[in-house]
């Protein structure tokens, strides 16, 4: 028993690397657009979000019922589905649109199951003091991987934007693999639907749990704008349409992995950061930098602009490592995953309706003007964020409570 408590803690320590190895995400965005529309781009974006919220739920729930070790492979296997389509699937907006509802479900299965089952596997060890010092590690093993994956992919995507995904592919079915040598952690189980509900929604009468799930919505939506228009941003910098990328795809690649490698060291450090200004200080001083960055980008399409897009993963890097260091031993083992969806879902919600609402703004068929409509819009959206923020901190209150 104890050899398979510590394989599942050294499988985790691979698992979450190698399912962050996304070599398309240096190109994603340029994929879809030699395609599809700007509108259409953000539109399936969009579509992902709003998939995502709907499996949020069910996808904790059965995390919290049935098991940690089924959900992840279920993630496992809906990720290399995902890939699959768009590597051998015709360049139809219906195909692009089924592999983003894959991807979103992947995605939803993993999401709260990861930190859930790392936190069980410890306990199960009964090394649960490891828990902050392991979890900033493996954040920033992910973000490491990001970065060498991005390096990877923009560099073959040069010869063609599919290749990254072929290679994407191979990585993703390592990580399927991987699922099926875990074993289910000894833990609780929760109840039925109803009383599970009404357990997580009661979380959010604390009020330090209440200010980190707001801050968690908010950060989802923050950290992914520059995400979005990280791509199309370089290619209007650099003059190139999507029909004749020559520069683009391989600066995408270095770009993106120095955001990543930002975000290793981000994550690494968030545990001092958190001890010295406190989790909402920290929080909130990284939520500064991200809105920093969004202005820049909307005041601007210039070459001084590219390597502060370097700044957009501080905010995840740190923020993903306290939240989650912060709220997980905060709930009961049976409710984890499910409250950790719940928070998420409401964070992918709101970004998908901006998303959607951005989709308008950005209509048009010059993808400059498109793109200096979105940030706009962006940077008031940055603007009420830091203000709510700010005038909420004084709400987060007694981090002791357990």
């Known amino acids: 028993m104890s050899e398979s408590r510590d394989r599942n803690l050294r499988l985790f320590q691979w698992f979450v690397p190698l399912y962050s190895a996304h070599l398309w995400v240096a190109v994603w965005f340029l994929y879809f657009l030699s395609y599809f529309s700007v509108a259409e781009v953000l539109q399936l974006e969009a ?18 019922r049935v098991g940690r070790v089924i959900t992840l492979r279920l993630s496992a296997m809906m990720q290399a589905g995902s890939v699959a389509v768009f590597a051998f699937g015709p360049p139809e907006f219906w195909v692009f649109a089924m592999g983003q509802m894959l991807w979103a479900v992947s995605f939803s299965f993993y999401s709260g199951t990861d930190s859930a089952f790392h936190f069980d596997a410890l306990q199960a060890a009964d090394r649960i003091d490891e828990f902050p010092a392991r979890q900033a590690s493996i ?34 079915a390592v990580t399927v693999v991987l699922t099926f040598m875990m074993h289910e ?43 979005e228009f990280t791509q199309p941003y370089i290619a209007v910098v650099l003059g190139e349409s999507v029909g004749d990328l020559l520069h683009t795809p391989w600066i995408s690649g270095i770009i993106i992995a120095i955001v990543a490698s930002v975000g290793a060291i981000a994550a690494d450090r968030a ?33 001084w602009i590219v390597p502060l897009l370097a700044l957009r993963s501080v905010q995840s890097g740190i923020g993903q490592v306290i939240v989650t260091t912060e709220i997980t ?50 940077l008031w959206l940055a603007a009420a964020a830091a203000v709510l923020l700010a005038l909420t901190r004084p709400f987060a209150k007694d981090t002791s409570e357990a």
């Open 271 to 303: 545990i001092a950061i958190r001890d010295r200004l406190g989790a909402p200080g920290a929080l909130v001083a990284a939520t500064a930098v991200q809105c920093i960055l969004i202005a820049a980008m909307a005041l601007s399409f210039n070459a």
């Open 329 to 378: 031993p905060r709930i009961g083992q049976s409710q984890r995953a499910t409250y950790l969806s719940m928070q998420s879902l409401a964070g992918r919600l709101g970004f998908s309706l901006v998303l959607w609402m951005l989709g308008a703004i950005a209509s048009g068929d010059a993808h400059k003007d498109a793109l200096e409509s979105a940030l706009d819009a962006c």
């Open 47 to 64: 579509l992902y979000f709003f998939t995502v919220v709907v499996f949020e739920i069910p996808s904790g729930y059965l995390s919290d």
């Open 185 to 227: 952690p000894e833990r609780r189980y929760a109840p039925s639907i109803l009383r599970q509900m009404s357990t997580v929604l009661g979380y959010l009468k604390r009020p330090f749990l209440a200010w980190l799930f707001l801050y968690a919505v908010l950060q989802t939506t923050l950290s992914h704008i520059p995400y």
């Open 139 to 172: 954040a920033r093993n992910a973000f490491i991987a990001r970065a060498v994956s991005a390096l990877l992919g923009g560099a073959i995507a040069v010869f063609a934007l599919k290749l990254a995904y072929l290679a994407s592919l191979a990585v993703a």
